[in-house]
């Protein structure tokens, strides 16, 4: 599961903030990115310290 390169794409950070938005869990984002977990959980977590993002919940980071 989940690809190798290195980075996100701008189009997967789109879809994050997007997924986020709509209460996706970090889980489920990375299924729907075929990205792994902590992936996942790194951008949304340095979205949320940027500002980027506006605030991202913790039931966000953690829910299955």
Not at 9 to 25: A, C, F, M
């Amino acid at each position: 599961m989940g690809t190798h390169t290195n980075q996100l794409t701008s189009k997967e950070r789109y879809q994050i903030e997007v997924l986020n938005g709509q209460s996706y869990s970090a889980r489920a984002i990375a299924l729907q990115l075929n990205r792994f977990i902590h992936t996942m959980l790194r951008a949304l977590i340095s979205r949320h310290y940027s500002g980027d993002m506006g605030l991202v919940s913790t039931s966000s980071l953690t829910s299955s």
